[in-house]
Nanobody, 119 residues
Framework: QVQLVESGGGLVQPGGSLRLSCAAS????????MNWYRQAPGKQRELVTT???????NYADSVKGRFTISRDNAKNTVYLQMNSLKPEDTAVYYC?????????????WGQGTQVTVSS
């Protein structure tokens, strides 16, 4: 079992920056692929970025060059640095931990943190 707690959301002006954190507890953090998803009002939840257990990363086209995902396995924490924020980045951001190997699938979600980009 993994518990995920996001923090760092808030209100920011267009062009501004925020850093989200997701603290994990309860299991071996380093084995999990960590993902950030977001869900805007009236839209489906979408995958924003991924970092694997060996720190390979992937980004949605909409955030490439603006967002950076990183992880600190010693602190059981994954981060999302968001720069040059746009109004369309407004959403609830969710942290996700996933492990899929040898027939074992584990999938955990945080409660979400609101990010609002507005002047």
């Amino acid at each position: 079992q993994v518990q995920l707690v996001e923090s760092g959301g808030g209100l920011v002006q267009p062009g501004g920056s925020l850093r989200l954190s997701c603290a994990a507890s309860g299991s071996i953090f380093s084995i999990y692929t960590m993902n950030w998803y977001r869900q805007a009002p009236g839209k489906q939840r979408e995958l924003v970025t991924t970092i694997t257990s060996n720190s390979s990363t992937n980004y949605a086209d909409s955030v490439k060059g603006r967002f950076t995902i990183s992880r600190d396995n010693a602190k059981n924490t994954v981060y999302l640095q968001m720069n040059s924020l746009k109004p369309e980045d407004t959403a609830v951001y969710y942290c996700n931990a996933r492990y899929n190997s040898l027939g074992t699938l584990l999938n955990y979600w945080g409660q979400g943190t609101q990010v609002t980009v507005s002047s």
